[in-house]
């Protein structure tokens, strides 16, 4: 027999137990989107929670991880481990090494646990279940719509309403600051600034880059405005084939919605936003709902490297943050549950559960109101209780 005391059963920060009804309120929620994406040909992969670091953290979307990931020896190989901090570098191995061969596009789903080094204001929970899809050797704007149209379908398939698609280029600042060839400390003092949205913070800079960078700033908000503001910018001609497809983006994902008769979306644009997408070279975006207390999940386009020869192929998927959703869900109906006496024959339980009732099997001294029973069996017939 185990005997805790108060301060042996305290977790570390960022840990928590999923007690009832939220543990199954999650359980229901991942059956849903796995049948979701399921029903648009996405193939369900399980990595493990554990892989050497050397693949772990491979170029792309590992790299970016590595200061999130837990480390171990392995005590067989003696070689570096990582847990795993987010699936979707395990999703890029997987393709490039185990399905290397499969036809592309290749469609990858999945639903594990993660498990990070540290949290953050927006992620409280270091231990958190990630759910989502990956689209994979396809990079025509026709896969970048899919992987959005995905992720708003799959919130709404858990009946989320008032959702906002915030697309991103997360290479833009980047890339204005290597045109403008800024120093080191320059370029520390703008990704400050664009963080914290403050155009006063740039204006040490020399005019070229600073009036790139303010314009940006300003262009944060509904995705037609924000274009608008784009377009009329005097950007360096190379950034331009991102802002035309972010535009193209826009202009299809808002006809398929239409055609979807999907109305509470909004699409919002914010240029300057890179923190989170550092392994992303394309157009990508952050999931939001008016009820939910912070980001639902993000997605967009990346490299996957392959193997020895370095050779290249695109990508574009999006990740749900479940501990966020529990959260936004609307709240679910408790299940109506049967208190079935200890006299009744295991037989008649067995009908009973065939039935679709949840029974509970009484001991002789129940409590049936204590034990959330919403119904009882008494002399052959169902009856509510209360």
Same mark, same amino acid.
């Given at each position: 027999? *185990? %005997?805790?005391?108060h !301060?042996?059963? +305290? ?7 999923? @007690? ?12 849903? @989107? ?7 040909? #996405?193939?369900?992969?399980k990595?493990? &929670?554990?892989? $050497?670091e ?6 792309g ?8 990931? !837990?480390r ?12 795993? %901090? ?24 999945y639903? *594990? ?10 992620r409280?929970?270091?231990? $958190? ?8 050797g ?25 959702i ?11 890339e204005?600051?290597?045109? #403008? *060839? ?6 520390t ?12 913070? @740039?204006?040490? +800079?020399?005019p ?22 784009l ?14 497809? @972010? ?5 299809? +994902? ?24 550092e ?8 999931? $939001?709902a ?5 980001? &639902?999940?993000?997605?967009g386009? #990346? ?5 020895? %020869?370095?050779d ?5 998927? !999006?990740t +749900? #943050? ?16 049967? $208190? ?12 009973? /559960?065939?039935?679709?009732? /949840?029974?509970?099997?009484g ?15 008494? *002399? ?7």
């Open positions: 027999m *185990n %005997s805790f005391d !301060f042996s059963v +305290l977790l570390p920060n960022g840990f928590e137990d999923l @007690l009832p009804p939220d543990a199954e309120q999650e359980a229901r929620a991942i059956t849903i @989107l796995m049948d979701h994406f399921a029903g648009h040909g #996405y193939r369900r992969v990595p493990p &929670l554990v892989e $050497f050397d693949s772990l953290l491979a170029p979307p590992g790299a970016a991880l590595a200061s999130e990931t !837990f171990l020896m392995d005590p067989v190989s003696h070689r570096m481990m990582g847990v795993r %901090s987010d699936i979707t570098a395990q999703i890029a191995r997987i393709a490039s090494s185990r399905l290397f061969s499969e036809p592309r596009p290749l469609r990858l789903a639903a *594990n646990d993660i498990l990070r080094t540290r949290a953050s204001q927006q409280t929970q270091r231990q $958190f279940c990630q759910v989502g899809c990956e689209l994979i396809h990079d025509d704007l026709l896969a970048d719509i899919e992987i959005c149209l995905m992720a708003v379908s799959a919130l709404k398939a858990l009946g989320l309403a008032d906002t698609l915030d697309l991103t280029l997360p290479r833009l600042t980047n204005i600051m290597k045109l #403008y *060839n800024l120093s080191d400390a320059a370029r003092q703008v990704r400050a600034a664009l963080e914290k949205r403050e155009q006063d913070s @740039l204006d040490a +800079l020399d070229a880059p600073r009036e790139s960078l303010k314009a940006l700033l300003s262009a944060c908000g509904p995705a037609d405005t924000a274009l608008d503001q377009a009329r910018m005097d950007l360096p001609a190379e950034l331009r084939p991102d802002i035309d497809r @972010l535009a193209a983006t826009c202009t299809a +994902l808002s006809k398929a919605l239409d055609e979807l008769g999907i109305t509470d979306i909004r699409i919002t644009i914010d240029p300057v936003e890179n923190k989170g997408f392994y992303h070279a394309g157009t990508a975006f952050a999931l $939001f008016k009820k939910a207390r912070a980001e &639902l999940g993000r997605g386009r #990346y490299d996957i490297v392959c193997g020895q %020869s370095g290249r192929q695109s990508a574009t998927g !999006f +749900l #943050y479940m501990d966020t959703l529990r959260g936004a869900m609307p709240a679910s109906k408790p299940a109506d549950t049967l $208190f079935v006496p200890s006299t009744e024959s295991w037989a008649t339980i067995k009908t009973l /559960r065939d039935d679709g009732w /949840r029974v509970i099997h001991t002789g001294q129940d409590d049936r109101e204590r034990l959330q029973c919403t119904h009882e069996l008494l *002399n052959g017939q169902i009856h509510p209780i209360g």
